[in-house]
């Protein structure tokens, strides 16, 4: 079975500090990998996806699948940024869609 | 706009009731889902559905069931609620990939 890990509970950085927020997994397959971001009082909504290759808000991640990683990188972490980090993957298939979550990373952007 | 409603923000309910937990999309999503978040583990799938009238068991399905009567209302049924099951409730519909999620229902079990 697929499982993701977020190794880190809370991460807290100062305004203009590069951060990242580390995601591994592990599925003998070839995953679909994201990022979903949950502000303040706002519903989970997705950042971003490994296949589309893009940089949503600054932030990055690169699917290595050697090391079997997804971390969501920033360069410059702004206060705006602070929220719940959670990293998930799709099998697809005929699970297409279904998502197991990681433990999730509380970010804190100190001004 | 892209919705999904859950129907309840809040709820209070005591061991034993039955408690349903509604959740609607109004994107002609075929896709729905049933997750549990809590600190420390993340969101854990309970049940899922493809279609109309189908359904199928996630990660943590005991002490749930679920109900698909129409494309665009997925219901979470608690038969006997239990205060391990106080927790936050979300509901997702999904696209080809990308998850919509409703605001999330917090129900607490006295």
């Known amino acids: 079975a697929q499982r993701v890990t977020q190794p880190e509970k809370l991460l807290s950085v100062f305004k203009g500090a590069p951060v990242e927020l580390k995601c591994n997994y592990s599925y003998s397959g070839s995953p679909e990998l994201f990022w979903y971001v949950q502000y303040s009082r706002q519903r989970l909504q997705l950042l971003l996806r490994?296949?589309s290759r893009e940089s949503i808000k600054g932030f990055t991640a690169d699917l290595n699948k050697g090391e079997t990683s997804f971390h969501l990188k920033k360069p410059f972490a702004q206060e705006e940024d602070s929220a719940m980090y959670y990293c998930?993957?799709?099998?697809?298939?005929?699970?297409?869609?279904?998502?197991?979550f990681g433990q999730g990373t509380i970010l804190t952007v100190h001004p | 706009d892209v919705k999904v409603t859950q129907s309840s923000r809040y709820l209070v309910k005591r061991t034993g009731e039955k408690v349903f937990l509604e959740c609607v999309q109004d994107?002609?999503?075929?896709?729905m889902f049933w997750y549990r978040q809590d600190p420390g583990l993340g969101l854990r799938l309970i049940y899922f559905s493809y279609d109309v009238k189908m359904k199928e068991k996630g990660d943590i399905p005991e002490g749930y069931s679920v109900s698909r009567e129409k494309k665009e209302r997925f219901s979470l049924i608690l038969e006997s609620a239990s205060t391990n099951q106080t927790s936050m409730y979300l509901c997702a519909s999904n696209s080809v990939l990308e998850a919509f999620f409703g605001q999330g229902t917090r129900l607490t079990v006295v």
């Open positions: 994107m002609d999503h075929e896709n």
């Open positions: 490994h296949i």
């Open positions: 998930a993957l799709s099998v697809g298939g005929t699970s297409y869609g279904k998502l197991t």
